[in-house]
């Protein structure tokens, strides 16, 4: 069994390109039966690879749409996908709408994999995030990490090492009382890309 990924996508750039893109997920929402059998459901996304002209077989698309809302500028696109984000479904639709820029933001915390292609951070500013036993923080900057750390160790902390040592030791005092607590931070990789 798979490792899942969430990966928020956002959408933006000609207008009618987006319409129809929503217009095509609309319509497999609206069916009984997934337009192609499988086993996630009508959102599968080799379902909007095969509405849009293409082979599911040929683009890797093991994962289905968990939501998708327009904005009238935007469309946001949230993915649940085995392991990773899916770069050949992503590309796949960038090639039937030439006219768009697709950037997103990929979490698989099981394989510690944080990547997102908004090299601006216009769309997802967030470049660390700390995964631990009461949530999910997330910060734009290194300094505002630190800041958070030091609330929660009382360390004073700069770097991304002396971060993750004193969240290392929060955690073995936190395991002599609780045996699930745990603090993961980690940063985003900011994957460079030609045309998002």
């Avoid at 796949?92 to 915390?109: D, G, L, R, T």
């Avoid at 997802?124 to 300094?143: H, V």
């Avoid at 770097?159 to 607590?181: H, P, Q, R, Y």
Wanted: net charge negative; hydrophobic share 30%.
């Amino acid at each position: 069994m798979p490792n899942w990924c969430c990966t928020d996508y956002r959408c933006y750039g000609n207008k009618g390109e987006l319409v129809e893109l929503k217009e095509k997920l609309d319509y497999l929402n609206s069916l009984d039966k997934p337009l192609v059998e499988n086993g996630f459901g009508k959102l599968w996304c080799g379902c909007l690879v095969s509405l849009l002209g293409g082979d599911w077989n040929e683009v890797y698309c093991r994962g289905e749409v968990d939501s998708y809302e327009f904005s009238g500028t935007t469309l946001c696109i949230s993915v649940t996908s085995a392991w990773s984000e899916l770069g050949e479904w992503r590309k796949f639709i960038k090639s039937k709408f030439p006219n768009i820029h697709i950037v997103y933001s990929a979490e698989e915390p099981g394989n510690i994999y944080y990547v997102t292609n908004d090299k601006e951070g216009d769309y997802f500013p967030e470049r660390y995030i700390l995964d631990f036993t009461d949530g999910i923080e997330y910060f734009n900057t290194l300094e505002s990490a630190a800041e958070y750390v030091k609330g929660l160790t009382g360390k004073d902390v700069q770097t991304e090492e002396d971060i993750t040592s004193a969240l290392d030791e929060l955690e073995e005092k936190e395991l002599v009382v609780n045996e699930d607590a745990f603090y993961s931070f980690n940063k985003f990789t900011v994957i460079e890309e030609d045309e998002p």
